[in-house]
């Protein structure tokens, strides 16, 4: 007879509005780390570089295409969007328009 082990959470996401994304942008123009931004805001700190590629890729941009846009590299994009850096508060701006 086969067992069932049911030991996953139920996973609950929510979209960041508007209101905190520019709280992440005031937040990181003040020097704070992707942990301390992601407690304020109350969300994992891994959510902020998953938005920032998901809407990337919602608008059909390339790594390339967007780093041109925000006279940055590839690899600061890629970055970015795994959380292992944090975009200045310049390049939030942009990427929001």
């Not at 979209?15 to 109350?42: C, F, M, N, P, W």
């Not at 006279?71 to 795994?82: D, F, L």
């Amino acid at each position: 007879m086969a067992h069932s082990h049911d030991n996953t959470k139920e996973r609950t996401f929510s979209h960041l509005t508007s209101y905190d994304r520019g709280r992440i942008s005031a937040l990181r123009s003040e020097g704070k780390t992707l942990q301390a931004i992601a407690d304020v805001i109350g969300c994992h700190k891994s959510t902020i570089g998953q938005k920032l590629k998901k809407a990337r890729l919602y608008h059909a941009h390339t790594l390339s295409d967007a780093a041109k846009y925000l006279g940055v590299n590839e690899r600061s994009i890629r970055n970015w969007e795994k959380d292992t850096r944090n975009p200045l508060p310049d390049n939030l701006k942009k990427l929001e328009k």
